[in-house]
């Protein structure tokens, strides 16, 4: 610990050596001290160091120095950049976890530290799938210079917002180019070259590169320029496929503006006028004399890279009615949101709910213990999980990323592992940090149902149990903890460590009573039961948990289904893996939103495809983590059932598979259809060995639940069967017509691998 000490604290002003920039115009350059965890034989401290830091817009990265120590009297300098594409955020003042363990430390140690006041702080947010580390800690020597740089990074996402939604054939060879270019002059020579071919897939004999390289190289530079690399590379992608849409709709020598505005309309779907058919065509048509006619080159870019032949436009908000009760909604969910792992030994961080937050979730859960101190934390229980303060996690995390991506409630699900005083102080701090953001209106008896998200919007809702007069303690300790602990120890007690307060070894993680009034006063439209049966009596404010088994235990029963199903058009019910999951793996989330069922948390630190499938069903009604249930999960009809399709609307989809670009040269696509139990199925094309591999394979589907339904599509290796890449959609955003799928990993980070289909519906 005493290493952080030996560097350098604020304020200083040293000479500011000169970068190696192609251009500093607009450029902004500071001293600044860069804030980082380390871990040595097992014992975690923080370390400073100041660098210099520059903005370089030209070159679109962050870069920063680091002077290594004189070696035979020459200094060695190291320029680390980072690019503005991989930065997803920036946040003022001590909101990472690499800023907290500093606070506690200074805390438990009685140091107010100067240097590291928030006022001076900002951190840099990495997207985590791209970056080693997911946060740059900084230090700034002033709040103006701190403002300033967290405005400039500010400025850089939004600006690569814009850039990202283009996504154009355009923007995905510039970043190739740039990542081949290694000795950043400009040109590829005939290594990096090969690199670049191998590195889309492209897989040719050596003899043959030589060919390319030589053809590609047309001024005789003996290097390939950006320009030349976008020639060669549409001579080399032929695309037969849009080659015959081209000269179904060309009249002469290109495609006029009337016969262009027709296709969009009737084969796109596009509610587009004339004019901005002429405008497309002004656009993709270069040469400037023909301003009515789209050629050949234009139409392959605009079907290439346009919105109009995207899959979806995410829609910008909520288009659905937000005035049911909240029990008629999916409901974003997430379950042991504190954990960036597995449920044993990973790290538990306030970061992960600033992610699940951002990312549209509205139920976070708690998972509180007793702290030393007096201060409740949140960690797995009687596992090696790391340890985070709940107050960090409600002021850092919740309070300022509840309502950034959607304005609808927020629910806290807390598992409650803390005494009658701890508990005091958890409904202490909720009350001061969140003020009037938090919902503390007493049940309104005379209600027939739920309050609605629109009634609810920017409130946090806490879901926990109440202190009831007519209840035993008995009935009250066993409910969703205790359930959840009897399911690890009946199979799995790996990984069960000491009671950190009490010293002494136990096999139960005992779920307290809630004996506090203050907590119990919080509680009203969430409140907890514990489960006996679907028949107990319980008012429409009261909701339960299930583990997965025990859901799907009720639902193998049609009259228990049926049941279940009615009970969710009034009251909450709340869906969590099962303990054995310990490696943090996921459920199939279908068959619980088959039955209604409004919160069903997934693990969502876990990259698979049931998180894909969330995300898919949540992007619907403009990703604000509400989606409504089709009216026969919302009224009480009796003709609804889990594993039969009866008085239904059937829609048929027709899907041809065309063509394929940049996955490999031995390559399958596996259609699935999930949903309702009636509606699954799996289609698998043949498998192709091109480079350009060309299908014009056909399947039809037909959706009896198309509400419930997602479509996945999965590019597969041919001979093993590996994952290349995937895409999920809700079937409600499907869109007809000719359309570009560009496949994604687990993580939703998008792949160069791109699938094009024609949609009939």
Excluded at 77 to 94: A, H, M, P, Q, Y
Aim: include cysteine; proline fraction near 3%.
């Amino acid at each position: 610990g005493n290493m952080a000490d030996k560097q350098p604290s604020l304020p200083f002003k040293p000479q500011l050596l000169p970068f190696k920039s192609t251009s500093l115009d607009n450029s902004l350059q500071d001293l600044l001290i860069k804030v980082r965890r380390k871990k040595v034989l097992g014992v975690k401290y923080v370390r400073k160091f100041q660098r210099e830091f520059l903005i370089d817009h030209h070159e679109e990265v962050i870069s920063y120095k680091t002077v290594s120590p004189a070696r035979c009297g020459v200094k060695r300098e190291k320029v680390t950049n980072i690019r503005f594409s991989d930065i997803v955020g920036t946040r003022k003042g001590l909101s990472t976890d690499t800023f907290h363990r500093i606070k506690k430390k200074n805390e438990k140690e009685g140091k107010v530290s100067s240097s590291i006041s928030p006022q001076k702080c900002f951190s840099i947010i990495f997207d985590h799938r791209k970056h080693p580390h997911q946060t740059l800690d900084l230090v700034c020597e002033d709040t103006d210079t701190r403002d300033r740089w967290h405005q400039e990074v500010r400025k850089i996402i939004w600006d690569a917002k814009g850039e990202k939604e283009q996504n154009s054939q355009e923007e995905f060879l510039r970043n190739l180019f740039k990542s081949a270019d290694k000795n950043d002059n400009g040109v590829l020579n005939k290594i990096e070259f090969a690199e670049l071919l191998s590195n889309i897939n492209f897989d040719v004999k050596e003899s043959d590169i030589e060919e390319i390289f030589d053809r590609a190289d047309k001024n005789g530079s003996m290097g390939v320029d950006e320009e030349e690399l976008k020639e060669i590379y549409n001579s080399i992608l032929s695309r037969p496929d849009i080659l015959t849409i081209f000269n179904s709709l060309k009249h002469k020598k290109g495609i006029p503006l009337n016969k262009l505005h027709k296709f969009l309309v009737e084969t796109q779907g596009a509610k587009i006028a004339v004019k901005e058919c002429k405008d497309i065509i002004i656009q993709y048509e270069k040469k400037s004399k023909s301003k009515l006619f789209l050629g050949w080159k234009g139409f392959l870019e605009f079907t290439s890279s346009s919105e109009l032949f995207k899959m979806k436009n995410d829609e910008e908000s909520p288009s659905q009615d937000m005035t049911h009760p909240l029990s008629h909604y999916l409901i974003n969910s997430s379950h042991n949101t504190y954990l960036s792992g597995d449920q044993l030994v990973s790290d538990s961080s306030v970061d992960e709910y600033m992610k699940a937050l951002e990312g549209g979730c509205r139920c976070v859960e708690l998972d509180c213990w007793n702290g030393p101190d007096g201060e409740p934390i949140i960690y797995h229980g009687w596992t090696l999980t790391s340890q985070i303060l709940l107050k960090d996690v409600l002021a850092d995390a919740i309070k300022p990323f509840a309502f950034r991506t959607s304005a609808y409630p927020v629910i806290l699900s807390i598992e409650n592992h803390l005494n009658k005083d701890q508990q005091e102080t958890m409904a202490n701090h909720m009350r001061e940090i969140f003020g009037n953001l938090l919902y503390t209106d007493p049940v309104d008896e005379t209600r027939d149902c739920l309050p609605s998200p629109e009634d609810l919007k920017y409130k946090i809702l806490v879901k926990a149990k109440k202190i009831r007069k007519d209840e035993t303690q008995e009935d009250q300790e066993d409910t969703e903890n205790d359930q959840k602990i009897q399911d690890e120890q009946s199979s799995d007690t790996k990984g069960l460590v000491k009671d950190p307060m009490h010293d002494k070894d136990v096999n139960r993680k005992e779920a307290e009573v809630t004996k506090s009034e203050a907590l119990s006063s919080l509680v009203n439209y969430c409140e907890a039961l514990k489960f006996v049966s679907l028949d107990q009596e319980r008012n429409f404010w009261q909701m339960f948990s299930l583990t997965e088994t025990k859901g799907l235990e009720l639902s193998k029963d049609e009259q228990n289904a049926t049941k279940f199903v009615q009970i969710n058009t009034t009251n909450l019910s709340r869906i969590y893996p099962k303990g054995t999951r310990t490696d943090s793996s996921n459920y199939d989330p279908f068959p619980f939103w088959s039955q209604g069922c409004q919160m069903v948390a997934l693990n969502f630190q876990t990259e698979d495809d049931k998180n894909q499938h969330n995300r898919a069903v949540f992007r619907q009604n403009g990703g604000c983590g509400y989606v409504l249930k089709p009216e026969y999960l919302t009224t009480k009809v009796s003709h609804y059932s889990v594993s039969t399709a009866t008085y239904e609307t059937k829609m048929d989809l027709k899907i041809k598979l065309l063509s394929g670009q940049h996955l490999g040269k031995d390559v399958m696509v596996q259609i699935n259809l999930l949903g309702h139990s009636v509606d699954r199925s799996t289609w698998t094309s043949s498998a192709k060995m091109d480079i350009c591999p060309v299908w014009e394979e056909e399947v039809e589907l037909s959706v009896r639940r198309p509400e419930l339904a997602v479509l996945e599509l999965k590019a597969l290796t041919g001979d093993s069967k590996t994952l290349i890449g995937s895409y999920s959609v809700a079937l409600t955003m499907v869109k007809r017509g000719y359309r570009n799928i560009r496949l994604e990993n687990y993580d939703g980070m998008k792949i160069a691998g791109n699938l094009f289909l024609l949609l009939k519906l």
